[in-house]
């Protein structure tokens, strides 16, 4: 039997936070702190870690090392944005990990950066981030996507560089002013002239546009004596007929056209990835001294976080399961790339970088179609991979706003673990009050913990229940603050992840 590994490393206190620059947060960071646009974010530093005197029976990781990278990705100042609201924050070190254990985690709230897991607390954190995802078969493009698909392939054909781009974020800011503009207005209107706006009788409501429409629509249909519901079926099928795909504006190339976009999906490790591990650096560097203002970023912090993965690599009818980077080749240069993991149940996006140069393809927006289109063909091959997650979604974080344009998408409810429609998770995160923290799905209970003497250790005799350590680990049995560590990741992993296997260093005291 093959296991996932997951060493337990903090909770992390901290309150200071990336996205809104503390604004909601009590600590304030250091001026470098900020805000990342895409996928996730930015990554640490990646200085050299000094060697450290504990080494672990799991895999002889130094394990002082780990606990400074964990903290580095708690606390530097070029965090992964995914990590970087974690006031409270739970993380555990992916020693190896199965790839059907982390769908089961993602599913849970949790997220990796390299080989770190961390798990938001957003209850007490100033931005509760909650896992987002899109269900690939329901996928409909917007106006604005299909306007980016049409912006590349004509850029491709005629090199002709669009006149606007698309908007990749939510200016909320923008609209608070307005509205905040528009009270004060109707206030000093009311001042002035008490009878400028009178109200309108509470017998007379004001009907929207939509439901004059239905109205109207409906008493033609009953002077036609026809059903109302059957000509509504007959409209969205043939809107259906009409929408197009991702993969009809792909197929639009043609051997004439002034350039050649190549996307290719590359397993981390492989000899095809080791051979452009340079250009793609190069490319990331760019990317952060450019968007992210950056300094100068370390090849170390890259790989760290960026490339090194426990996922175990699977295979099932024909779709390649683990780490993979997702490739943007125009004329065979390296403009975009895309950090995702591939799961038996979906794709992951973790993060993407691009070239500034080529900013007006709106390449945020592109590559997540992409990502998206690619995710199809996965599920072509592998029915039960039909989701796209995006990470993290914030409600109060503008640049996180982008990710819920892709529709129909899903929120994860932080109690019961449940999947909830955005649009009614939308009006709830409107109305929340305090950190803006809401659980989606309040009637549900949280699923039931295992049994903690019934979950798998290392111990010195090897992988055990928890219960046979404390028998062979006699130190371990009055340990409290082992128990309770062990049963805070107990209810955190929840249950249906069966092949979990936790090391405690209280249970090892021999490394």
Not at 312 to 318: E, P
Not at 405 to 430: G, T
Request: hydrophobic share 30%; net charge neutral; proline share 6%.
């Amino acid at each position: 039997m093959d296991w996932t590994i997951l060493e337990f490393m903090c909770t992390n206190n901290r309150s200071s936070c990336g996205y809104c620059k503390d604004v909601r947060g009590p600590d304030a960071p250091s001026s470098s702190e900020k805000v990342g646009e895409e996928a996730e974010g930015e990554e640490t530093s990646g200085e050299e870690q000094p060697e450290g005197r504990i080494q672990s029976s799991v895999t002889g990781t130094n394990c002082v090392e780990r606990r400074r990278q964990c903290t580095y990705t708690e606390h530097n100042s070029n965090v992964l944005t995914d990590s970087r609201s974690l006031a409270g924050a739970r993380g555990v070190w992916a020693h190896r990990m199965l790839v059907d254990d982390y769908a089961g985690l993602l599913d849970k709230g949790w997220r990796r950066s390299g080989k770190y897991l961390y798990k938001p607390n957003n209850k007490v954190t100033c931005c509760p981030q909650y896992t987002i995802r899109l269900d690939v078969t329901r996928f409909k493009m917007s106006r604005s996507q299909k306007r980016a698909m049409r912006q590349m392939n004509e850029f491709l054909a005629t090199d002709k560089r669009p006149v606007c781009g698309i908007k990749e974020e939510d200016p909320v800011e923008k609209k608070e002013e307005q509205a905040a503009l528009s009270k004060t207005s109707d206030k000093k209107c009311n001042l002035a002239s008490p009878d400028a706006k009178r109200a309108k009788p509470a017998d007379r409501p004001v009907l929207k546009k939509k439901e004059i429409r239905r109205a109207k629509f409906e008493e033609k249909c009953r002077k036609r004596n026809v059903d109302p519901e059957a000509i509504r079926a007959e409209r969205r099928q043939k809107d259906a007929d009409r929408q197009r795909t991702v993969r009809s504006y792909i197929d639009e190339a043609r051997p004439d056209w002034k350039h050649k976009l190549e996307v290719q999906l590359v397993t981390v490790g492989s000899p095809e990835y080791e051979q452009r591990l340079d250009e793609s650096f190069e490319l990331y560097k760019k990317y952060q001294k450019t968007i992210h203002k950056d300094k100068e970023p370390r090849l170390p912090g890259w790989r760290k976080f960026l490339c090194d993965s426990p996922l175990l690599r699977d295979t099932k009818a024909g779709v390649n399961f683990g780490a993979f980077h997702m490739w943007y080749l125009l004329d065979d240069k390296l403009i975009a790339v895309g950090i995702v993991d591939v799961l038996p149940r979906c794709l992951s996006a973790k993060y993407m970088y691009y070239d500034p140069d080529y900013s007006f393809l709106s390449l945020g927006t592109y590559t997540a179609l992409r990502e998206i289109e690619q995710t199809q063909q996965f599920h072509a091959k592998w029915p039960p991979l039909k989701y796209y997650y995006m990470g993290f979604y914030i409600h109060s974080c503008p640049k996180m706003r982008y990710k819920a344009k892709f529709r129909p998408s899903e929120l994860l409810c932080d109690k019961s673990f449940e999947w909830a429609d955005y649009e009614a998770c939308r009006e709830l995160l409107d109305k929340a009050e305090d950190n803006g923290y809401v659980e989606f799905c309040p009637n549900s209970d949280r699923p039931i913990p295992p049994r903690l003497e019934n979950m798998y250790v290392m111990a010195p005799g090897g992988i055990q229940t928890f219960a046979s350590a404390l028998e062979e680990v006699p130190s371990a049995v009055d340990d409290q603050e082992l128990r309770r560590n062990f049963e805070y990741l107990a209810d955190l992993v929840g249950p249906n992840v069966p092949n979990l296997v936790f090391y405690f260093s209280a249970l090892n005291p021999d490394d």
